[in-house]
């Protein structure tokens, strides 16, 4: 690897704040072997500075290194990034575990109902559902469409449950807990028998839209969509009408095309609907995996090694 200017601070920019409380992130840093500082807008930067930031900023490019304090970095212009020579990683592979357990949350939600009986707590009313209306997850099909870190998350957990999970990705190398395989192009297939249906992919201008109207007809009428990857991959009206129609039996969506979900979105209306707001990997301890993997790569960056996550 060609050789770097050394690294001599490391500025986090307040837009983590968004999910992380910036306080948090900084005191997560200590001891790191060059100083930390918390910066606005108004930072210009050099090529000895590194930044951790949650969005992306022109002046960025004159830095020495960025990291994108989330896993999807799709609103970076990774090709602008390259062209100036500026290493752009960011921090997936720390998501399989806290997007696993929301995802099989979902999922025991609506299999047991847990979120029509908190919905009946609300108004004080003892509600009992219909005998055929609960079910178990155990036996069910489950399939993953994506099998990354957090696609792999949500397969292991949903093995560990007795749920029989096949997944959809571009290898073939096979997958602990999933039981079949299918490639891209037969996605339909793949979601055929499936009683719930989880995304975890990356959004590209491959996968944007790729859940539109055939998609949700190609599912069971008593099928769930999860959706815990990113919010342009599914098209929300197609999902409304699908919802409407009875095409899908519900859904649980913690990403949206636009964030936060408009109050005149009609997804908030639909009782077999779960609306989480983006926090699909919030947890008291998500700054810490974020600095583990920041603290990493300043050790690799000054050691001239190849960066962790480097996605430009």
């Not at 028998?193 to 790729?210: K, N, Q, S």
């Not at 599914?234 to 969506?253: F, I, N, T, Y």
Request: with cysteine; charged share 25%; net charge negative.
């Amino acid at each position: 690897m060609a050789e770097r200017p050394p690294l001599e601070q490391l500025y986090v920019h307040e837009s983590v704040d968004s999910v992380i409380p910036k306080w948090a992130f900084v005191e997560a840093f200590d001891g790191l072997s060059i100083p930390v500082e918390l910066v606005g807008d108004d930072r210009e930067y050099e090529e000895t500075d590194g930044v951790v930031s949650y969005v992306p900023r022109p002046e960025y490019l004159n830095a020495g290194w960025v990291h994108c304090a989330r896993a999807g970095y799709d609103e970076f212009d990774t090709e602008a990034y390259a062209a100036a020579g500026v290493p752009l990683t960011n921090s997936s592979g720390i998501h399989g575990a806290t997007v696993g357990e929301v995802a099989v949350g979902f999922m025991l939600s609506f299999a047991r109902l847990l979120h029509v009986y908190r919905d009946h707590q609300g108004r004080r009313e003892w509600y009992t559902p219909e005998y055929e209306r609960p079910f178990t997850v155990e036996g069910e099909t489950l399939c993953v469409v994506g099998l990354g870190t957090i696609g792999e998350g949500i397969a292991r957990r949903a093995d560990a449950l007795g749920m029989d999970v096949v997944g959809v990705r571009r290898s073939d190398d096979p997958v602990p807990g999933v039981s079949d395989l299918f490639a891209p192009d037969e996605l339909h297939d793949a979601i055929a028998d499936a009683r719930f249906v989880a995304i975890a992919l990356p959004h590209t201008p491959v996968t944007d839209g790729m859940f539109a109207e055939d998609e949700f007809a190609a599912m069971r009428e008593d099928a769930y969509l999860i959706n815990v990857a990113r919010g342009p991959i599914v098209d929300e009206s197609a999902l409304v009408s699908a919802l409407k129609s009875g095409a899908v039996a519900g859904a649980g969506v913690d990403v949206f095309e636009t964030e936060p979900l408009p109050e005149t979105s009609p997804l908030w209306d639909f009782e077999e609907v779960i609306v989480t707001p983006h926090k699909g990997s919030a947890t008291n301890r998500y700054h810490l995996d974020i600095a583990e993997l920041v603290k990493e790569n300043v050790v690799r960056y000054r050691d001239g090694d190849d960066l962790r996550n480097r996605v430009a």
